[in-house]
């Protein structure tokens, strides 16, 4: 199993491309089994989650070609990928596959809305919390889907087509409302879908499906309006750039110190994390294509922060920010709202000689003034990055292991990092 060796104590000086962002391709990659037509996406990111979706549409009946070749492409940042599912094979999504990635139980909103049938493992937890799907059901059966769980299956069925309908989401899911606009794209008539998620990567779906023909307005507010068409073809779409890793990498240089802009990232879509940044003194500007971030020879200030939907504080940041409160001048408090295990990082960045209490879904870091390096494990994708960056700044020779976690979300880590001056290296083993 590959390791990650960092060697802490080196500032950040450079540049750092920002990829194309996960959580926004893998709807986009699903919304493929919508048409028969092609649908081209940009700025895929070279992630294991992406790979693994693949798998998941090719066992539909999903063909692909990456930058106009069938094989996979072995170099380079984000590729352009195409996916054609002139004929869906496979209305049934395997536990074997489904288990692997959560974020393929979303293939059910399509496949129902183009197949009338769709019968899907249920996704179960994973590391950071329960993970369930009481509002895609709930929200399906109000567009007219006949719904069983059987098996640990959710088996759907619309014969007669989805029938457009009024919805109020309970709480505010991102998956849902991917999975309910994609469904609702071919069904019957109206549907208008309230306290819809407002993330950016909702906007980016909701851009491409209207590209590929579907009539769907407010995305990025909390109504949207979709009127179903027939059916919808191919388009050209470009994925947007990653703001957990323009947010991330962020955090790395307000750490570590040093002066790097973010290539290609943007300001708007993550305004919260950026400015709860800027409160702990670091400097953060706009420069053309990108953000510079810096921090030279000032210490950290400790800033309070809550876990919400967009535009609050995200969920994904939550782990990142807490490594950098590691050694912050003073107390901070960290409030997960989202998922309610979502601490496993604490433990390990204890290890590197962090104080921190949890007191319910609140973590308060108490500062230190310096961190040493040893060995830590990653447990979820999020938390693997907290501890590099944590071993960024810490004395000494940090080892992140079971790096298969940041493999699923990070594209080329260390090569990013090493290009800007950090000690930074994969052990394969
Ligand atoms: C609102 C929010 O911050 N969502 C995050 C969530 O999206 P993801 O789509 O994974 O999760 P949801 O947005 O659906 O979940 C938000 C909340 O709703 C609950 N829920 C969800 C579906 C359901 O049927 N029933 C239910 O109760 C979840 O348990 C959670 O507490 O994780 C992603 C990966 O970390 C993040 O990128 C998203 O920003
Ligand atoms: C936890 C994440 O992904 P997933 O919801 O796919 O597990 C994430 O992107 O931080």
Sequence with gaps: MDRIRIVGGNHLEGRIPISGAKNAALPLMIASLLTDDSLTLENVPHLADVEQLIRILGNHGVDYTVNGRRERQQEGYSRTITFSARQIVDTTAPYELVSKMRASFWVIGPLLARMGEARVSLPGGCAIGTRPV??????????????????????????????????????????????????????????????????????????????????????????????????????????????????????AVAMAGGDVVLEGARIDLLQNALNTLAQTGTEISAVENGIRVRRN????????????????????????????????????????????????????????????????????????????????????????????????????????NRVYHLDRGFERLEEKLSGCGAIIERISS
């Design 134 to 251: 009481d509002l895609f059901i709930d929200g399906l059966q109000a567009l007219g889907a006949e719904i069983d769980v059987e098996n640990g299956y959710v088996i759907a069925r619309a014969k007669n087509r989805l029938t457009g309908n009024r919805y109020v989401f309970p709480k505010v899911s991102v998956g849902a409302t991917h999975v309910l606009m994609m469904a609702a794209t071919l069904a019957r008539g109206e549907t208008v879908l309230e306290n819809a998620a407002r993330e950016p990567e909702v906007v980016n779906l909701a851009e491409c499906l209207v590209a590929m023909g579907a009539r769907i307005e407010g995305a990025g507010t909390s109504t949207i309006t979709i009127q179903g068409v027939e059916a919808l073809s191919g388009a050209r779409h470009q994925v947007i750039p990653d703001r957990i890793e323009t947010g991330t990498y962020a955090m």
């Design 297 to 400: 020879g000032t210490g950290i200030d400790p800033v309070d922060v809550i876990t919400e939907p967009f535009p609050g504080f995200p969920t994904d940041l939550q782990a990142q920010f807490m490594g950098l409160m590691t050694m912050a001048r003073g107390k901070s408090k960290i409030t997960e709202t989202i998922f309610e295990n979502r601490f496993m990082h604490v433990q390990e960045l204890a290890r590197l000689g962090a104080h921190i209490t949890l007191a319910g879904q609140t973590a308060i870091v108490d500062g230190v003034t310096r961190l040493k390096g040893a060995p830590v494990m990653a447990t979820d994708l999020r938390a693997s990055v907290s501890l590099v960056i944590a071993g960024l700044a810490a004395e000494g020779e940090t080892t992140v």
